[in-house]
């Protein structure tokens, strides 16, 4: 497996060049669309940088409460709607993501050795940002304020859905969103 050398890149909103904010912004129509369906507002992207260019293999949202579903999150579901990939394709790709990944679609991420992740915003939540990069996995975390705004507004609104959707029960909100929560 080739190493990749990643880092924790933190930029805000303004620094995202051209390419990362139509990207962000494609993960972002995505949570939006999740929300008013009813279900978690996170969205994801999956490009691929190849030598015709860059190339949008999926979009995908939280699908959960949709498809009451235990394991569609944003990230997982834009990449099963990208399809059985060559290994090398997912090399090449930037996986565009309006929230931090948890534990499990950050594991995703590494299975496939995606080298580098766009974040919307790791305030709401943060969980694997460390594995990520002991892994290689280069982060750009953007703090978007409309990523900011979903998530408060889900977290706001649906706190049972939230709760739900990172492993712990309603009570426990207050340490799970700070990433020290159970499983979180």
């Known amino acids: ?19 990362d904010r139509t990207y962000l912004d494609l993960a972002i129509e995505q949570a939006q669309l999740g929300w008013d369906e009813g279900g978690v ?15 949008v293999l ?13 394991i569609r999150h944003g ?10 990939l060559p290994a090398s394709v997912y090399r090449e790709c930037t996986l565009y993501t309006t929230l ?37 996995t280069e982060l750009v975390i953007a703090e978007d304020p409309s990523c900011l705004a979903l998530m408060q507004r889900m977290m706001d609104e649906r706190p049972e859905v939230w709760a739900e959707d990172i492993g712990v029960e309603t009570d426990e909100l207050g340490t799970a969103a700070a990433g020290i929560g159970p499983r979180a």
């Open 1 to 19: 497996m080739p190493s990749r050398g990643g880092s924790r890149s933190t930029i805000n909103l303004m620094a995202l060049n051209d390419t």
């Open 75 to 84: 990230e997982t579901d834009c990449l099963e709607r990208a399809g059985r």
């Open 100 to 136: 931090s990944p948890c534990t499990m679609c950050a594991g995703t991420a590494i299975l496939y050795d995606i080298p580098r992740i766009v974040i919307g915003e790791n305030q709401s939540f943060e969980a694997s940002e460390e594995w990520l990069r002991s892994n290689g």
């Open 58 to 70: 999926a979009v995908g949202r939280n699908r959960r409460v949709q498809d009451g579903s235990v």
């Open 41 to 55: 507002p996170i969205g994801a992207a999956l490009v691929h940088h190849g030598p015709e260019g860059d190339r």
